[in-house]
């Protein structure tokens, strides 16, 4: 019976554990070919929404050759302009696919929220073209949002672009990582500690 009464608690343990579904360790986005970032002291910006609740405990920066030269600062922002986590990437950042990444203290970004993700140049360390435009060969989406548009502004650092955005397929300078969904209670956490306290009430009323 004890055998019985231990594997109840077991089982309602398990149970019990919040489930956090990882979506992706690092890149909200990443490009399926090379492309490149144009002009000077531009705040290149991404607006979006999270379609769940989760975490980013990432941001990065577009390095395309792996040897990224200057650094770029990166900041993830509210709808009302509030900062909610910054960083400066470096090429000494983590690199993964196109993108260099640094660890920021993790950050909940609800779902149906509108969050704006804002990386600065001060230079164009991959070749000018026109300045203010952008190229993109293509992108895939690896994260649980979704990309509302983009927009960018002029300046000699980090700001935030606001969600006034075009609606378009373009160059995202900065990125980010992370997005363990947020643990919440559901059926099964109650099912766990409905076994957990009927197992108690029995052992009680065996030992009185």
Known sequence: MIKRFF??????????????????????????????????????????????????????????????????AVGLYDSSGDLLATTTVTSGSTLSGHFYYNSVTPVELLAGNTYVLDGFSSTDPYGAITQGNVIADGFVVNAPITILGDNDA???????????????????????????????????????????????????????
């Open 7 to 72: 594997g109840l608690f077991i089982l309602a343990g398990l149970l019990m554990m919040p489930v956090a579904a990882k979506a992706n360790s690092l890149g909200a986005w990443e490009f399926t070919s090379d492309s490149q970032n144009s002009g000077t002291n531009f705040t290149f910006g991404v607006v979006f929404t999270p379609t769940v609740n989760v975490y980013v405990d990432y941001l990065g920066y577009y390095d395309p050759t792996g040897g990224m030269n200057t650094s770029h």
């Open 154 to 208: 002029h300046g000699t650092g980090l700001v935030d672009t606001g969600t006034t955005y075009t609606t378009q397929t373009n160059y995202f300078g900065a990125d980010m990582g992370g997005y363990d969904a947020t643990p919440e209670p559901s059926t099964l956490l109650l099912l766990g500690s409905g076994l957990a306290g009927l197992a108690g009430l029995i052992k009680r009323k065996r030992m009185a």
